[in-house]
């Protein structure tokens, strides 16, 4: 030991070790307070995100299988559906191959439900000029991103501006 140390300079005392947890524990309790609509923001963003990389890969399979694929969309999930048989109809499994549905956390809003049809040239077939999915929580959380607009030649994600979906 240094000459310079007095014999009770060994180390921290309980209280202050005591002091620093308790100002770690506070600090971890606002954390958890405040953080969790950041943590969800990014969850929703994440599921948008998921969901838009599945409608683009549905669109490249059916461009690479010459196959019409369906999207069925619900308030809580959607899943993604192979016309295997070639009738361009939406058929019972296992007629038509049925990938595993996509539960999602998040949920959609029910006016903007239904099956999403993509012919074998990845065209996305719709009665208007373009098809909107938004999901509920998205704006109340802040996100950048709580839609998905599909015209017949391409998906985007965006965030609704009104009744609109402006693509980001």
Avoid: H
Avoid at 19 to 47: C, F, H, R
């Amino acid at each position: 030991m240094p000459e310079s140390w007095s014999s009770n300079e060994r180390g921290y005392s309980l209280i202050e070790i005591a002091t620093v947890i308790a100002i770690i524990g506070v600090m971890l309790a606002l954390a958890s307070i405040y953080g969790k609509p950041w943590v969800d923001k990014y969850n929703v963003e994440g599921q948008i995100r998921q969901m838009n990389a599945d409608l683009l890969q549905a669109r490249q399979k059916a461009m690479e299988r010459n196959k019409q694929y369906f999207v069925k969309v619900n308030t809580g999930s959607y899943q993604v559906i192979e016309d295997t048989n070639e009738n361009g109809a939406l058929d019972a499994s296992p007629t038509d191959t049925y990938l595993p549905a996509v539960t999602l956390k998040y949920s959609i809003v029910a006016a903007m439900t239904g099956t999403v049809t993509i012919d074998q040239r990845g065209l996305i077939i719709s009665g208007d000029t373009y098809t909107t999915i938004q999901f509920t929580t998205g704006a109340a959380l802040k996100a950048d991103y709580d839609c998905i607009t599909m015209y017949p030649t391409r998906i985007n994600i965006g965030s609704m501006n009104g009744t609109t979906c402006k693509p980001k």
